[in-house]
């Protein structure tokens, strides 16, 4: 038996009433009594055993994964913005709630510093963010530390979307863990070891995210079959045809037939050209792939993905004048880096149980991409008549010390109020 103290005994009674107190529910759940969560209970059916990655039915995650790896535009859109939540990770600023004040150190900030000895701070971000538009959610496994790092988390690795199995341990605890499937451990990673970002998912019993994916199926699809229609075109020098011979009033002689039947068909004819004696008809199979609309088609699916991802269009084309793909730029970073970094951010202090006393954000002043052009700058502030001084400080040049410096400029031409003066005439 080991003896503990009153004092270190008040402390872990303490400490496990503050660990009561943070639990809500999915992870863990009172029992008995009017505690019992009515709703996990009307569910417990579904809430029992493993949920699969194949959990999606036909468009299963080992399908979004193969989508990502083979379809050229689904690969460039979620790269292009996994990039650029990559780009803010480093961006990502801890603050104190209370007073405002920016945190120098702490083990969080190490953290995202090194996440492990693979990754780099953008590298990890980048692979998060792949992760979270490909399968509609992020688990990032967080061993908690040993030692004189108990509380803390010195690394963090992402577990590949295709490889996650959720353990459901029915409506009293409904997300007991998640297990690596395809390896030779089944040791389930307990729910304080990783949290997971995720689309929210209207099928209430499973714990994946939605994926944007699916909602583009049709898109793909579309995406799909119209390469694969090229490819055979291409493969075949154009739109496979048939030749016979023209039908005249008495028919087709054996004879003529032979002859194309020769002429065409004949190995060492392959690819060149043939003259024939007789009259022939050519039948076309099937369509021409301008016939068919396919680029057209190919197009609508990028734009309807495009869409579903929020970004502009101008992005994948390029062909947008250079300030269309500048605003194009800003949206991007606007709409679907800072928030991806900032959710990732708030779901490891929530996971930490540090969200109470810190918050940890994108410091948006540091991103190039968003600040004004120099000459826009300049501009404005020439409008609104500012100091010398105020227009040196915009571009990081030190004030100069003279009165005169922190006037307002006024041009010539600029009036007050209602009385108006001639210039070209002297005024007593």
Not at 48 to 76: H, M, W
Not at 158 to 163: A, E, N, S, W
Request: charged share 25%.
């Amino acid at each position: 038996m080991v003896w503990i103290s009153k004092k270190n005994l008040a402390a872990l009674e303490q400490e496990r009433a503050e660990l009561a107190e943070q639990v809500k529910g999915y992870y863990e759940n009172s029992e008995g009594g009017d505690n019992v969560n009515r709703y996990f209970k009307a569910i417990a059916a579904q809430l029992q055993g493993f949920d699969i990655p194949s959990a999606f039915g036909t468009l299963n995650r080992n399908k979004l994964k193969l989508c990502y790896e083979t379809c050229g535009p689904v690969f460039g859109i979620v790269n292009k913005i996994a990039k650029a939540v990559g780009d803010m990770f480093p961006y990502l600023e801890l603050q104190e709630r209370k007073t405002g004040k920016y945190v120098e150190s702490h083990w969080v900030l190490d953290l995202l510093a090194k996440p492990n000895d693979r990754y780099s701070t953008r590298r990890f971000g980048f692979s998060w963010a792949v992760n979270r538009l490909v399968y509609g959610d992020a688990f990032t496994y967080t061993p908690p530390g040993i030692g004189k790092n108990y509380g803390e988390c010195t690394e963090m690795y992402l577990i590949p979307g295709q490889k996650v199995g959720v353990k459901k341990g029915g409506y009293k605890k409904p997300m007991e863990g998640i297990e690596v499937t395809g390896g030779g451990e089944t040791d389930i990673i307990k729910t304080e070891e990783f949290f997971e970002s995720f689309n929210y998912n209207l099928d209430d019993t499973s714990f994946y995210g939605y994926s944007p994916l699916l909602a583009a199926a049709l898109y793909l699809s579309i995406i799909d079959r119209g390469m694969k229609r090229e490819d055979t075109s291409l493969k075949n020098g154009g739109v496979a045809n048939i030749v016979s011979p023209a039908k005249d009033n008495m028919g087709v002689m054996p004879k003529d037939a032979d002859t194309v039947e020769e002429k065409f068909n004949k190995k060492d004819n392959t690819g060149k050209t043939v003259a024939v004696r007789i009259p022939i008809e050519v039948h076309q199979l099937g369509n021409a792939p301008v016939d068919l609309n396919i680029l057209e088609s190919h197009k609508e699916a990028v734009t309807a993905l495009c869409f579903v991802y929020d970004i502009p269009v101008d992005l994948y084309y390029g062909q947008a004048k250079y300030e269309n793909q500048k605003e194009a730029k800003k949206a991007l970073y606007e709409n679907n880096a800072i928030p991806m970094a900032n959710e990732f951010a708030a779901d490891l202090l929530n996971h930490f149980d540090l969200a109470k006393e810190y918050t940890l954000t994108v410091n948006t002043d540091r991103v190039d991409v968003l600040k004004d052009d120099a000459a826009d700058v300049l501009d404005n502030l020439a409008k609104m008549h500012a100091t010398l001084n105020e227009m040196r400080e915009a571009y990081g040049y030190e004030p100069i010390d003279e009165d005169w410096a922190n006037k307002p400029i006024f041009s010539m031409a600029t009036m007050f109020g209602a009385e108006q003066f001639d210039l070209q005439e002297p005024t007593e």
